[in-house]
Structures are given as structure tokens and as C-alpha cells.
């Protein structure tokens, strides 16, 4: 199991950047491929971005892609997903998951989540 601690979210202008971070623990990290999936109020929970085990290999939703980069380290059990030219359409809660991919479909491998953190992109 691995229990996920997101954080970094907060209050920004539109155009601008922020990083999240999500730390993870148990043994097994390096054996997940790990995504981003977030929730804006009132919609269903979206995938955003994963990244393979290795890290080497990225995928991103076609809303962020060129604009959010998705990495990992895992000598310190966290991922990260830098955001670039933020837009207020990016405003939810972001939650990381170990992930895997069904039919196309990028769903959560453990069925765990963290706590989430809010990214407000104001115009």
C-alpha cells in the first residue's frame, strides 16, 4: 500500500506557475507508475499526467500538454507536476495516485487517495 501527501497548491494569477509535490510512502514506490488526476467544483475527477516508474516515459491530457511537466524521484518517494501558464480552467483539487491504464483509461491502481491540494488560477 502507499499512503500520498500532495501539497503546493495555493492562489495564483493567470500565467503563472506552480509546482506540486506529492510524497509517498511505503517500499514499493518505484514500482508504481504515479499520475496526477484533479477535480474542479461540480465536475467528475479528471486524469491530468503520469509517469512511468522509471520516469523516463510521460503522458499528459491533451488541456495541459506543453504547458505541465510531469517528473519523479524516487530516492525520495515523490512526484511532481510543474505547471506552466496557468489558466483559470486549471482551478480544482489535485490529487496524486499510484495508476495504471485500462482500455485507454487512466484509473487509480490502488484505489487510494491523498488529501489533495486546491490550485485557484484567478483572471
Known amino acids: 500500500q502507499v499512503h500520498l501527501v500532495e501539497s503546493g497548491g495555493g492562489l495564483v494569477q493567470a500565467g503563472g506557475s506552480l509546482r506540486l509535490s506529492c510524497a509517498a510512502s511505503g517500499r514499493t514506490f518505484s514500482s508504481y507508475t504515479m499520475g496526477w488526476f484533479r477535480q474542479a467544483p461540480g465536475k467528475e475527477r479528471e486524469f491530468v499526467s503520469a509517469v512511468s516508474s522509471s520516469g523516463i516515459s510521460p503522458y499528459y491530457a491533451d488541456s495541459v500538454k506543453g504547458r505541465f511537466t510531469i517528473s519523479r524521484d524516487n530516492a525520495k518517494n515523490t512526484v511532481y507536476l510543474q505547471m506552466n501558464s496557468l489558466k483559470p480552467e486549471d482551478t480544482a483539487v489535485y490529487y496524486c495516485?499510484?495508476?495504471?491504464?485500462?482500455?485507454?483509461?487512466?484509473?487509480?491502481?490502488?484505489?487510494?487517495w491523498g488529501q489533495g491540494t486546491l490550485v485557484t488560477v484567478s483572471s
Open positions: 495516485a499510484a495508476v495504471t491504464r485500462r482500455w485507454g483509461t487512466w484509473t487509480n491502481a490502488l484505489d487510494a
